[in-house]
């Protein structure tokens, strides 16, 4: 076998020029080597890959968001309650829920017929009239309701409803306020990553997500394709025959130098017997 001129390198009965960095040469052509994690062929390398597990539904936000209807809304104000795309203020302790609108709980009370004067109502001093004082209702006196208490129509004293409820008497409607249109979830538990609407288990180090499984990630000099990374490559051109070796030609350059020597030696002698025959002078 000769030898390749220095930079090249032999192959299969020829020399070529080395390959550049990260690719490894067959006959003329130069590969991109193979990243890790896959599986070297000619001119592709096969992903490994493996099993993450099924996906799971994202959730909403758990600190800034609510959850209604499959769909994410932002959390509402205080002293407000959400359902769907509306906030709803929230009934007081003791109020009775209904949508849009709290029933009021059962301590209203009357405050009798009234009085043909304001002094015989504070005299008679029934609910506390001769403190809280009375007043003038449609040409009749009447006891001042108490505290947390106002007048609905002559005789009942009904429960306050809370600041921003319309009050009706026997109940409280709820101010509400639009909360968007909300959003899909795509948050994902800690440890979960969200891929096409769902959360999966991250995959390890140099592999990428699809779906349940994981793929091996192409890198350097490839090309990712799916399941396989394709190979970048150029040509090195035809190669060249190699020359002999220094060891090859000290080799021949003996054998020359002792096959000359035999002839040499071989003239010589045959010149000295030629030289000793004797001379034969015809008749």
């Not at 029933?103 to 009798?112: A, C, D, V």
């Not at 001769?130 to 129509?153: A, V």
């Not at 030696?265 to 045959?270: D, P, R, V």
């Amino acid at each position: 076998m000769g030898t390749c001129p220095y930079g090249s390198v032999y192959d299969a009965g020829l020399c070529y020029p080395q390959c550049k960095s990260g690719f490894s040469g067959i006959g003329p052509i130069c590969y991109g080597d193979c990243p890790p994690n896959t599986s070297n062929t000619l001119d592709v390398c096969i992903k490994h890959s493996y099993t993450r597990g099924v996906g799971t539904i994202p959730d909403c936000n758990p600190t800034t968001e609510y959850e209604n209807g499959a769909l994410c809304y932002p959390n509402c104000k205080p002293d407000f309650k959400g359902d769907g795309p509306v906030c709803w203020g929230v009934c007081p302790s003791g109020f009775k829920n209904y949508d849009g609108f709290c029933g009021k709980p059962n301590t209203e009370y009357g405050r009798g017929t009234g009085y043909h004067s304001q002094a015989a109502c504070v005299d008679d001093n029934k609910h506390n009239a001769g403190i809280n004082g009375c007043e003038y209702y449609y040409g009749l006196w009447y006891p001042k309701c108490d505290k947390g208490f106002h007048n609905y129509d002559c005789c009942i004293c009904t429960p306050d409803c809370p600041p921003g409820f319309s009050d009706d008497g026997a109940t409280c409607y709820k101010p509400s306020y639009p909360n968007g249109a909300g959003r899909v979830p795509n948050d994902c538990p800690s440890g979960k990553e969200l891929f096409e609407g769902l959360c999966y288990v991250p995959c390890k180090p140099g592999y990428s997500g699809f779906y349940a499984s994981c793929f091996a990630e192409c890198s350097g000099n490839t090309t990712d394709t799916g399941t396989q990374c394709q190979k970048d490559e150029y040509g090195r051109g035809v190669g060249t025959i190699p020359g002999l070796s220094t060891v090859t030609w000290v080799i021949i350059i003996g054998i020359l130098a002792i096959i000359i020597i035999f002839i040499v030696a071989a003239l010589i002698t045959s010149v000295r017997r030629a030289e000793k025959a004797p001379i034969v002078i015809p008749a």
